[in-house]
């Protein structure tokens, strides 16, 4: 089954730690993406890819760090200097268009939940 | 930069009735695509549907379509026949046309809770 993979499920990291979410696809998508779900906040934009070897910076990118060294991971770390990390993570990937027109619906991950200790 | 808003934090339908979820954005482009995801308890984004703004017609998807207006820079979700399982969070999301550089990624409203009274 094609799908995107998120791991762990569940994560605790105590205060002062880096610790690295995973995510793989296996749907030959391009693009890659990783938001952050807070309550009452929708999803924002960590980080973006579109390309092996290259990232952009979404709208809160600040204590976050990523590597695009394969085209189906977009691993994740979030680092000591994230003063707020208790979130829950969702990474997701889509195609490139081809034309003006085409579609690009993006494919989410289950996400990954870290709480602080 | 685009915003999208969702008033509504959280809304109540009765099963087999119809509910209204509503979403505004705010852009100065012509051309956008626009969203709804469903969130369900296990915390799953499944896209519902999705409205090309090129497009006049509003698009429909079963027991799912949106009532797009342009000028007003209105995108609602009217859901017909509720039913139980489509209790969850939905969001709005926008995004920019064509698809190339920053205009990949989906600016994201912050959701409505809705539930479905048996």
């Known amino acids: 089954d094609g799908g995107i993979t998120q791991s762990p499920k569940y994560l605790f990291r105590k205060e002062g730690q880096n610790v690295t979410l995973s995510c793989e696809q296996n749907?030959?998508?391009?693009?890659m993406y990783w938001y952050r779900q807070d309550p009452g906040q929708g999803l924002r934009l960590i980080y973006y890819s579109q390309i092996v070897n290259d990232f952009q910076k979404g709208d809160i990118a600040e204590g976050y760090s990523v590597s695009r060294e394969k085209k189906e991971s977009f691993p994740l770390t979030v680092t000591s200097a994230q003063k707020n990390p208790t979130a829950f993570y969702l990474c997701?990937?889509?195609?490139?268009?081809?034309?003006?027109?085409?579609?690009?619906?993006?494919?989410f991950g289950p996400g990954t939940r870290l709480t602080v200790l | 930069a685009q915003t999208v808003t969702q008033s509504q934090p959280e809304m109540s339908v009765q099963e087999a009735e119809t509910v209204t979820l509503s979403c505004t954005y705010d852009?100065?482009?012509?051309?956008?695509?626009l969203f709804w995801y469903k969130q369900p308890p296990s915390r799953q984004m499944i896209l519902v549907i999705r409205?090309?703004?090129?497009?006049?017609q509003n698009a429909t998807e079963n027991r799912f379509s949106v009532n797009f207006q342009k000028a007003a820079k209105s995108f609602s979700l009217k859901i017909s026949d509720s039913q139980l399982g489509d209790a969850a969070m939905y969001f709005c999301a926008y995004r920019s046309a064509p698809f190339t550089g920053a205009n990949s990624k989906l600016t994201f409203g912050k959701g409505i809770t809705l539930s479905v009274r048996p």
């Open positions: 749907l030959n998508h391009d693009a």
């Open positions: 997701a990937s889509s195609r490139l268009a081809g034309g003006r027109f085409l579609y690009n619906e993006q494919f």
């Open positions: 852009t100065s482009e012509s051309d956008y695509y």
């Open positions: 409205q090309e703004a090129y497009k006049q």
